[in-house]
Every structure is written in structure tokens, then in C-alpha cells.
């Protein structure tokens, strides 16, 4: 399967643990997206890679977030003091100029 | 700020009969727009890209138009299934330098045998 990998697809934490998502690319995209989406929402960004470089993030996106990207390869997604208004979809999407390829996404449950 | 909305939120319909699902937008300067679709806990599936200088796209029985003019876009659906029925989104990346779309709330099909 050479499509957007997301992994774990489901985790369940306690609220002030911390997570980390990881996200595997379509080989070759140099542009890398993370998005959240709750229930009855479109994804709503979170930020954006292109290569290893983070260019953009979302003033939504609080200092307990944290995205990296090394190597330009596979990205990861960390939730720091997990929050119940944590819970939620992320979604991972990958590009190689104008088209965007979404990954299965990460359930998020935070009890 | 670009705003995305899409009409109607739900939409129920038997099998067999042709659908337009709407997409409008508030800042006309757009790069691109592309559809998804969405099945109950995953992810989304790119189902057509439009470049701003395009009018339209079609993949077997989808078409999607877009009237930039206007700020709108549509999806059409031809001879309805029920394996169609999902949530379908559209997206519309901005001019300039930056990659970023905005995402519309979706509308969620059902089709009924």
C-alpha cells in the first residue's frame, strides 16, 4: 500500500498524559499537513511541512502541541497534558504540489 | 478570511436519482478546489481537483464545476447508489504563497435502496 499511513488508529489516554502520533507520507510528497476534526466538522488546520521545514502553524495550536518532521520523511504529532477538548480525529495528508492524499487518521479519547 | 459553506447539511435520497451538492465561498481568489469524501471514521478521499482556470472535472459518474466568479462550486452525482452514501467535502486553497485550505462543514448523503 503506497497511501498516507497513520499510526496508532485509535488511542485512548487520561487527561495530562502525553501523546505522540505518527505519520508516514505518500513517498516523494514534500509537503506534509496535520489537521484536526471533530464530530459534524470539516479538518481543521493544525500545521504544514515542506520538506523538514515547518512553515505554518495555527494560532489554534497551543504550546502543548508540537509537530516535527526529520529528514523530510515521516512526521510526528505530540499532545503534551493531554485536555478532554483534546479528543478528537487527527488527520495526516500528504502533496506533492496541488492535490492532497489523506491518511486513515488517529482517534483520540482523552477520559 | 476565506469562508467555506456547503448546502444542504444532509441530504436522504432513493437510489437511482441524480444529485447536486453545493460549495460556495467567500474570497473568489482561489488556487484550486478540490471534493472529498469521508466514511464514518476515516479518512478523506480525494475525489476531484479543479485548477482555478478549469470549469469543470468529471470521474465517471461525478462531475464538479466551478463558477469562480460567483464563488461556487458543485458536485454532481450521477444515478445515485447507496455505496455513495457518505459525508463529502469541499476544500479551496488561496492564491499566493500559502498551501493552506479551508475546509467546508460537508454535507452528509444518504442513499437508500
Same mark, same amino acid.
Given at each position: 500500500?503506497?497511501?498516507?499511513?497513520?499510526?496508532?488508529?485509535?488511542?485512548?489516554?487520561?487527561?495530562?498524559?502525553?501523546?505522540?502520533?505518527?505519520?508516514?507520507?505518500?513517498? !516523494?510528497?514534500?509537503?506534509?499537513?496535520?489537521?484536526?476534526?471533530?464530530?459534524?466538522?470539516?479538518? !481543521?488546520?493544525?500545521?504544514?511541512?515542506?520538506?523538514?521545514?515547518?512553515?505554518?502553524?495555527?494560532?489554534?495550536?497551543?504550546?502543548?502541541?508540537?509537530? !516535527?518532521?526529520?529528514?523530510?520523511?515521516?512526521?510526528?504529532?505530540?499532545?503534551?497534558?493531554? !485536555?478532554?477538548?483534546?479528543?478528537?480525529?487527527?488527520?495526516?495528508?500528504?502533496?506533492?504540489?496541488?492535490?492532497?492524499?489523506?491518511?486513515?487518521?488517529?482517534?483520540?479519547?482523552?477520559? | 478570511?476565506?469562508?467555506?459553506?456547503?448546502?444542504?447539511?444532509?441530504?436522504?435520497?432513493?437510489?437511482?436519482?441524480?444529485?447536486?451538492?453545493?460549495?460556495?465561498?467567500?474570497?473568489?481568489?482561489?488556487?484550486?478546489?478540490?471534493?472529498?469524501?469521508?466514511?464514518?471514521?476515516?479518512?478523506?478521499?480525494?475525489?476531484?481537483?479543479?485548477?482555478?482556470?478549469?470549469?469543470?472535472?468529471?470521474?465517471?459518474?461525478?462531475?464538479?464545476?466551478?463558477?469562480?466568479?460567483?464563488?461556487?462550486?458543485?458536485?454532481?452525482?450521477?444515478?445515485?447508489?447507496?455505496?455513495?452514501?457518505?459525508?463529502?467535502?469541499?476544500?479551496?486553497?488561496?492564491?499566493?504563497?500559502?498551501?493552506?485550505?479551508?475546509?467546508?462543514?460537508?454535507?452528509?448523503?444518504?442513499?437508500?435502496?
Amino acid at each position: 500500500d503506497t497511501g498516507v499511513s497513520q499510526n496508532p488508529r485509535h488511542k485512548i489516554t487520561k487527561r495530562g498524559q502525553n501523546v505522540t502520533f505518527r505519520c508516514d507520507p505518500i513517498s !516523494e510528497h514534500n509537503r506534509l499537513y496535520w489537521y484536526r476534526q471533530t464530530l459534524g466538522q470539516g479538518p !481543521e488546520f493544525l500545521t504544514y511541512f515542506q520538506n523538514e521545514a515547518q512553515l505554518e502553524k495555527s494560532r489554534l495550536l497551543s504550546d502543548r502541541f508540537s509537530a !516535527e518532521r526529520p529528514k523530510g520523511s515521516f512526521s510526528t504529532l505530540e499532545i503534551q497534558r493531554t !485536555e478532554q477538548g483534546d479528543s478528537a480525529m487527527y488527520l495526516c495528508a500528504s502533496s506533492p504540489d496541488n492535490e492532497q492524499f489523506f491518511g486513515p487518521g488517529t482517534r483520540l479519547t482523552v477520559l | 478570511k476565506q469562508e467555506v459553506t456547503q448546502i444542504p447539511a444532509a441530504l436522504s435520497v432513493p437510489e437511482g436519482e441524480n444529485l447536486v451538492l453545493n460549495c460556495s465561498f467567500t474570497d473568489s481568489a482561489i488556487y484550486n478546489l478540490q471534493w472529498f469524501r469521508q466514511d464514518p471514521g476515516k479518512g478523506l478521499t480525494s475525489l476531484l481537483l479543479i485548477q482555478s482556470s478549469q470549469r469543470e472535472q468529471t470521474s465517471g459518474r461525478l462531475n464538479a464545476s466551478l463558477d469562480k466568479s460567483s464563488g461556487r462550486s458543485t458536485l454532481y452525482i450521477a444515478a445515485s447508489q447507496p455505496g455513495d452514501s457518505a459525508t463529502y467535502l469541499c476544500a479551496v486553497r488561496p492564491v499566493g504563497g500559502s498551501y493552506i485550505p479551508t475546509f467546508g462543514r460537508g454535507t452528509s448523503l444518504i442513499v437508500h435502496p
